[in-house]
Each structure stands twice: as structure tokens, then as C-alpha cells.
């Protein structure tokens, strides 16, 4: 469901790039660190946002070096991590947890099951340490999982269960700036929720797998719509974030929140308009 808050490569200058990099480095690092490959294998674009993010909002001071890795053999590449980075690995394994666990409940997939077994005391050390946040994410999941069983249609009520997981992640913190950071995370979550459903309309529809848009999608407009509806999440968010006062990193942030987010979408609909000879 996540890889979609990412950044617009074209759009965006290159000393901000090497720095969006040093953070994705830094949390793969960390992942690695923590929990070895397996820890690796959950690293995301969505959580690199969150640690760029909470960076920006708390001007946290990072620890920069310059290193090797199995990706990166023949040259050191800058790799940049705080405390944010560690917080925001223990969220991608327990994301991943309920992701695999999600798999197996639908499909009936072996290797999530594996991958459940795999991360399962690393979920209890983190549930621990973070019991706010994972309470919030297993309970909002099992209400989504609920509103999906019962083929639930109202796309508010289907991805605000996924806007209330990101919403709490967000929250790194109780202080002055929780509100607006709560927001920002919902409606995020939200758009990603609906993003994937878009994404994923297709194959969904070939497994006979639930899909919030199914029947939308049966209407002549059906993208216009859709991008109608996820326009609007990212409008809240982007409004929430523009009341923060974040200076560094304000343009690194920016891109991914007006533009990077759109990525995927460009590239499939200019597919699916190649397919149906539009263009």
C-alpha cells in the first residue's frame, strides 16, 4: 500500500535530491542495524517523508556519513540519521507486520505468513515502546479489515480508518503542534489509502478482491472523479502543512506534498490512455 510519497526527481534541485537521499540511505541503514535484512526489506518512500518531516518540524541537528552498503559497493555515499530515523524503522516493521498479516487473512498467502512469524517479537519489543501508536494501528485496521469484509461503499468511512493509523505515526509527540500534525497525517493516510485503490482497481477486480472503487469505477468519468477526491485530501494535508513553521527542508517537503505524490498516478493513466489509443 505505501511507496506513493515520494519525490519528483525533475522538479526538484540537486542538492536537495543528494539530501532526500541521505535520509532514504539513513533509514535503510538503521532498518538494517536494528533488524538486519528482513528490517531492509520494509524500508519505504512514505516513511522517508515522516523522518524528513519531524526533521524540518523539531529542527533536529543529524548525524551525516559517508559510507558503503551492498547497494552502494565501489563508492561512500552520505547517510544521514537522528532519532527520528530509529522511530520511524520501528513504524515500518510494525506497518509491515500488519501488512503481512492482512495478506494472509485475504489470500491466504504463505509467504506473509512467514514474514508475520519473522517480525513478531520485534512487533512486541516496539509495541512496548510505542504503545500508543501500535494500539491505534491494530485496532483502525481491524475496522478497516471489518468495512472491507461487509463490501462498505462510502469511501469516507472505508479510508478514514487508514487516515487515523498515519494520523497517530505523525504524532512523534504531544505538544503545541499535534493538531495540525494529526491532520496532515490523516489526510495523507487517506489519499494513500485511495491512491492504492486506484492503483490497484485491476487486479483487485481479476482475484474478485474488494475494492472501494468498484462500482465507481463503472462510470464514464471514473478518473476524472477519482482525482477529484484525492486532490482534495492532498489540499487538506498540503493546507496543514503550509501553517507549520518549517524552514529547512520546506522545499524538499513541498515537492513531495504537490507534486511527488503524483508520480504513480501520471505514469498509469498515461498507460491506461496508451491502451484505449487516446494518445
Sequence with gaps: MFGYVTINRLELKGKYYDRYKAFYCGLCKVLNDKYGIKGQMTLTYDM????????????????IKRERCIIHPCARH????????????????VLAYYNFIDNWQDDRDIKSRAAMAVLKKDVQKIK???????????SELKALTKCEKRGERDIDTVSYHFGKILEEIFVYKRDIWEDTVRKIGFYLGKFIYLMDSWDDLEKD??????????????????????????????????????LLPILKNRELLRNILYSGVWLKWDIKHREKR???GSI
Design 205 to 242: 477486480h481479476d482475484k474478485g478482491s474488494y475494492n472501494i472503487f468498484e462500482e465507481m469505477s463503472e462510470e464514464d468519468d471514473f478518473d476524472d472523479e477519482c482525482r477529484q477526491i484525492l486532490i482534495m485530501m492532498m489540499a487538506e494535508c498540503s493546507r496543514k502543512f503550509e
Design 48 to 63: 522517508t517523508f515522516l523522518i524528513i518531516f519531524l526533521t524540518s518540524l523539531y529542527e533536529k541537528k543529524s548525524d
Design 78 to 93: 552520505a547517510v544521514m540519521t537522528n532519532e527520528y530515523t530509529s522511530y520511524a524503522a520501528d513504524m515500518s516493521i
Design 274 to 276: 496508451g491502451k484505449d
Design 128 to 138: 512496548k515502546k510505542y504503545k500508543r501508536q501500535c494500539e491505534v494501528i491494530e
